[in-house]
């Protein structure tokens, strides 16, 4: 059975971006998702841009900019209401490939137990560069974060972090999140 998913993007007059997106969105071979933009507060026509281009869109015009959480919980939320299994957060200036969301929903029978997962990410310009693969933290001895690794930047992908693995963050820019998840530990803190 196929898991009801829903992509939820940001804009913030950001219309060229939010429609390349959406582009990408169309050409998804999943059958069981919709897609949410939460415009932001937009004080250009990239609602109106995105309304006209994408009527199948579920477009929520907020009338403030309530930043990346706020605005992502305005969209989770209509997700879940509309009994969404999963949310992908996915930047309003990204790509995807035509395969993400069968490949997140194949990763979680795999690992039924996780609760968020990441893409490999490629930078926009240079496809065939990672940007991000992963994150991995370090600690003091005391318990502080000291840093953490942005894994695979600026490596040529040669198919080294193809393998499913556990890493110590996922990145807001392209995030699949179990509904478990927020029904756990709720949204994202907005402070």
């Known amino acids: 059975m196929d898991l009801k998913v829903t992509i939820v993007l940001l804009n913030w007059n950001g219309g060229e971006d939010t429609i390349t997106c959406l582009r990408s969105l ?3 071979d999943y059958p069981c998702f919709r897609v949410i933009v939460v415009d ?3 004080t250009d026509a990239s ?3 995105v309304a006209r281009h994408f009527p199948d869109v579920w ?3 907020n009338p403030v900019n309530a930043g990346f959480d706020g605005g992502s919980n305005i969209g989770i939320r209509a997700a879940l209401d509309e009994g969404a299994d999963a949310v992908l957060l996915l930047n309003n200036d990204t790509v995807v490939c035509p ?3 069968r490949q997140f929903t194949d990763a979680i029978q ?3 137990r996780a609760g968020v997962l990441g893409p490999k990410i490629y930078y926009f310009d240079n496809p065939e560069f990672l940007w991000w693969a992963g994150c991995e933290h370090r600690y003091s001895k005391t318990g502080w974060l000291l840093n953490y690794t942005q894994e695979g930047k600026k490596q040529q992908d ?5 393998e499913i693995r556990r890493v110590d963050a ?4 392209a995030m699949f999140i179990r509904r478990e998840v927020f029904e756990d530990v709720g949204l994202l803190d907005e402070k």
């Open 26 to 28: 169309s050409e998804i």
């Open 40 to 42: 932001n507060g937009s």
């Open 47 to 49: 609602p109106d841009i």
């Open 59 to 61: 477009l929520i015009r």
């Open 99 to 101: 395969k993400i969301l």
């Open 110 to 112: 795999i690992l039924p």
């Open 158 to 162: 040669h198919g080294q972090y193809d």
């Open 170 to 173: 996922v990145i807001g820019c």
